[in-house]
């Protein structure tokens, strides 16, 4: 991979880094069931750091698939489905139990936890899903917030998988 903006998400231990080239596709928080089932059940392993915001939010960072590889520690990741016939996978450091990326298989981008990037992480631009926030959580409205995955979201994927093909 080419070093020429370059970023580093790290488990809370430093036992697994993963280096993702260039900005990422978009960033968003995700309230969905299966973001909030998928966060509980990593918050229960042991010692295990927050995934889900107080807010029942999950903040992600997507990156394309052929930028992102794991420089250190591939051998300490463990898939994590929520059924067994889930065609997302969440990958967590099982050095330290953190939550690493999310995969939807059928996708061409993975979805990296935002906390990865300490303080250096990009910054948020929309909140999805939010028709699924917990009931007594409050989203805040520092930044646009949709019901479902709005136009948006869908057309920066599109556009990503587009450059990808092409090779850009």
Known sequence: ???????????????????????????????CDDCQEGARQIEALPHACPVMGPDGGTEYLLYRKDRMRCSKGGDLMRDNKIT??????RVVATCCNSAMFLDF???????????RF?????????????????????????????????????AKLMASRVAMLVGR
Request: charged residues 20%; glycine residues 8%.
């Open 84 to 89: 067994t016939d889930s065609p997302t996978r």
């Open 1 to 31: 991979m080419r070093t020429t903006n370059q970023s580093i998400a790290r488990c809370a231990c430093g036992g697994v880094e993963l280096e993702v080239l260039g900005s990422p596709i978009l960033g968003a928080a995700c309230y």
């Open 105 to 115: 298989q059928k996708g061409h981008w993975f979805s990296v936890y935002r906390a």
């Open 118 to 154: 300490g303080g250096n992480a990009p910054p948020l631009q929309m909140r999805i899903q939010t028709k699924f926030k917990p009931e007594n959580c409050d989203i805040p409205n520092d930044m646009p917030s949709y019901a479902t995955y709005p136009f948006k979201f869908v």
